[in-house]
């Protein structure tokens, strides 16, 4: 039984941990198909599994899904996504040395180096090829060094062969039906449009993208209530007029991230200290705000 690492033990931790983040970030549609199913083939017989009779490679996970019945994300194995476990015992195995414990995972990792998503059913194996792009950024807002998310304002974060990829925004995944906020520069898009998203994270990172001070610059207001709670924290309550509708946002400056934001609230909110209250209680309290780091 181990009870304590070496020196050199704990030192190739760190090893380990900078190709898994390698491989889990690689890119490039090239793939030898047949290292790919020798490998395949060779971990269903372990599994105790017939070598497949269908073998088939596609450019993306949407691909796949799309043409092959049965295959979801949630039956994946994931390839160069499942590497941060498999690079994990695979530091067990090589560095302390526990090797039949960790046979059954040997082609899974070597797999991971090479291919992105893939299917194994009872007769038919199904492999995508990695993304050709992948865009990140350092998180806002955080302390933990090096911590990136995918991020790309103007077209797919993580983007494959086929064209098809995920929108993200700091970290942020924008749905299809959003997509016109990624294909639109900044300055071109609508901030009353944008304003109309129901979805307040996505809604929040596209004001970003605009800039949220030029974005609220440029809507039609009216002041209607300005409030500083006992903390310091700066409020204001505005009318905003989109189209032949007036509807009541609230603008702040959020204290954890020092940032501008905007958010809707509804329409019998009259002052700073309901929409304050209502966004913790889901209704328009009006006895005075009290911030959750004086209450008793």
Known sequence: MIEKLTKKQEEMLQEYARAGIEI??????EMDEKEVRRLTDAHRV???VPKAKNFLVFDSPFAAIKEVPGIDPSNALYGQHDINWLMYLMYYRVELGFTEETEQIVHLFELAKRVHWMWMSSDTTVVTRRPV????QPKPHTTVENFRVLHNY???ALKYADGT?????????????YSWVVTTPADELDVTEVLSIR???????????????????ALDKTLLNEYTCPLGNDYWLYDIQFGNNVRKYLRMYCPSKKELAIEAVPPQIENCEQALNWREYEEPITKPYVPPEMRT
Request: net charge negative; hydrophobic share 40%; aromatic share 6%.
């Open 165 to 177: 990829g995920i929108y993200m925004f700091n970290g942020v995944e924008i749905p299809d039906k």
């Open 24 to 29: 889990g970030l690689a890119t490039g549609a």
């Open 199 to 217: 979805n307040t994270e996505v809604r929040t990172e596209v004001l970003k993208k605009i800039g949220v001070e030029r974005a609220f610059d």
């Open 154 to 156: 103007d077209d797919h």
């Open 46 to 48: 372990m599994r105790d």
């Open 133 to 136: 792009e992948i865009h990140m």
